[in-house]
């Protein structure tokens, strides 16, 4: 069975820091995509980040860029999501994401649709 276990969400004030973590169990994601998104309540869910295999292609939502930052370990089978200068508009909860076709790369990877497993979320409040 493969699961994505998250780790990481919590409280924070603004401007503060998180780092999120999601494990894969079950299945070896080293060429495919990784990706954050989230969803606040009332909206839809929304792309975050992504980067492919070999971490040559990263993408982030305008929202983001310059704040946060995704990386992955394939080694360990983990990526990650390093949020800095946290606004309350990030409040939400963030899922990790893996799949896709294997070695992909292209802007497909900010779509929710091109992603195989989900985690099963992480919250994060940031108070003003």
């Known amino acids: 069975q493969v699961q994505l276990i998250e780790s990481g969400g919590g409280l924070v004030q603004a401007g503060g820091s998180l780092r999120l973590s999601c494990e894969a169990f079950?299945?070896?994601?080293?060429?495919?995509?990784r990706g954050w998104f989230r969803q606040a309540p009332g909206k839809e869910r929304e792309f975050v980040a992504a980067?492919?295999?070999?971490?040559?292609?990263?993408r982030y939502a305008d929202s983001v860029k310059g704040r946060f930052t995704i990386s992955r370990s394939n080694g360990a089978n983990t990526h990650y999501l390093q949020m800095n200068s946290l606004q309350p508009g990030d409040t939400a909860v963030y899922y990790c994401?893996?799949?896709?076709?294997?070695?992909?790369?292209?802007?497909?990877?900010?779509?929710?649709?091109?992603?195989?497993?989900w985690g099963q979320g992480t919250q994060v409040t940031v108070s003003s």
């Open positions: 079950g299945r070896d994601f080293s060429i495919n995509l």
């Open positions: 980067l492919n295999w070999d971490s040559t292609d990263i």
């Open positions: 994401a893996a799949g896709g076709p294997p070695y992909y790369t292209g802007s497909g990877s900010t779509r929710t649709s091109l992603y195989n497993y």
